[in-house]
């Protein structure tokens, strides 16, 4: 079992940049791939960035070039760089851990992010 942990939400103007960071524990050894996702009011989750324990990313098209996920297995941290956030960035944001072996995926509680414009 692995708990996640997001934090570093809040609000921001058009044009800012936020941090956000994941902390997991439990069962944390067996964590293979990590990945942030959003979902705004109304809207389907979806998958914003993945990293996989070999330092592969993913980024969903609406975030290319502004936002980066990075990953510190050594503090068993997940992190996503948002920069140029836009009001349509708006959404809460969700760490999820999945492990291969168990097919089975873990998600944090989210941490809402807001920008305004």
């Known amino acids: 079992q692995v708990q996640l942990v997001e934090s570093g939400g809040g609000l921001v103007q058009g044009g800012g940049s936020l941090r956000l960071s994941c902390a997991a524990s439990?069962?944390?050894?067996?964590?293979?791939?990590m990945a942030w996702y959003r979902q705004a009011p109304g809207k389907q989750r979806e998958l914003v960035a993945s990293?996989?324990?070999?330092?592969?990313?993913y980024y969903g098209n609406s975030v290319k070039g502004r936002f980066t996920i990075s990953r510190d297995s050594a503090k068993n941290m997940v992190y996503l760089q948002m920069n140029s956030l836009k009001p349509e960035d708006t959404a809460v944001y969700y760490c999820?851990?999945?492990?291969?072996?168990?097919?089975?995926?873990?998600w944090g509680q989210g941490t809402q992010v807001t920008v305004s414009s």
């Open positions: 999820k851990a999945v492990q291969r072996a168990t097919m089975t995926s873990s």
């Open positions: 439990g069962s944390i050894f067996s964590i293979d791939d």
């Open positions: 990293i996989t324990s070999s330092g592969s990313t």
